[in-house]
């Protein structure tokens, strides 16, 4: 099993400030990675795909990098809505299975 | 617009068995496959199982495998999770997810979800 790991566990940054969250996975997923955000008491939203296309009506301040086992989401200016919790999850196509990350809270400072 | 609503979520003993359904609609069912995520009160995400759009493929989360099983029903626009051998570390809010891509033949990532129903675990 790929085992996908987010650090930090909790990050603390002010409005306005840019916010770089880290994913590791223990083997090569190529480009295969997505973010998600997740807000209390709401499901995940979708972010990003393929590590670096934004999803559907994501602003332009959300962007994704990296490729292999090192991944990077970076939120250019944070604005209030999104302090949340921020998921990566690689999907990997042999074997067929899916792995999330335990996630990064972010917090505002 | 696209919506998922879970249902059939509740309270079960332990060894018990549950099943659980998402009414689809605002896409075209059949044409995606589609998920279940869990997650645990306070916990992160857990991918549970994946079936593709026609029903012929189907792939689980070890966690699962053997007790757990996904189908669909596209005349119904519905997907089900019928659970068995249910455990206290089973307890979680299920999540009914569609894939992005269309006719896709293995899972990849979701861009819609449903709200959730939360399953309890406990005698």
């Known amino acids: 099993e790929i085992v996908m790991t987010q650090s930090p566990a909790t990050l603390s940054v002010s409005p306005g400030e840019r916010a770089t969250l880290s994913c590791r996975a223990s083997?090569?997923?190529?480009?295969?990675l997505a973010w998600y955000q997740q807000k209390p008491g709401q499901a995940p939203r979708l972010l990003i795909y393929?590590?670096?296309t934004r999803a559907t009506g994501i602003p332009a301040r959300f962007s994704g990098s990296g490729s292999g086992t090192e991944f990077t989401l970076t939120i250019s200016s944070l604005q209030s809505e999104d302090f949340a919790v921020y998921y990566c999850?690689?999907?990997?196509?042999?074997?067929?299975?899916?792995?999330f990350g335990q996630g990064t809270r972010l917090e505002i400072k | 617009q696209v919506q998922l609503v879970e249902s059939g979520g509740g309270v079960v003993q332990p060894g018990g068995s549950l099943r659980l359904s998402c009414a689809a609609s605002?896409?075209?069912?059949?044409?995606?496959?589609m998920h279940w995520v869990r997650q645990a009160p306070g916990k992160g995400l857990e991918w549970v199982a994946f079936?593709?759009?026609?029903?012929?493929?189907?792939y689980y989360a070890d966690s699962v495998k053997g007790r757990f099983t996904i189908s669909r029903d596209n005349s119904k626009n519905t997907l089900y999770l019928q659970m068995n051998s249910l455990r206290a570390e089973d307890t979680a809010v299920y999540y009914c997810?569609?894939?992005?891509?269309?006719?896709?033949?293995?899972?990849?990532?979701?861009?819609?979800w449903g709200q959730g129903t939360l399953v309890t675990v406990s005698s």
């Open positions: 997810a569609k894939d992005r891509l269309v006719y896709g033949d293995y899972p990849y990532y979701f861009d819609y």
């Open positions: 605002g896409f075209t069912f059949s044409s995606y496959g």
């Open positions: 079936i593709r759009y026609d029903g012929s493929n189907k």
């Open positions: 083997q090569s997923v190529s480009s295969n």
């Open positions: 393929g590590a670096s």
């Open positions: 999850q690689q999907y990997n196509n042999w074997p067929p299975s899916i792995t």
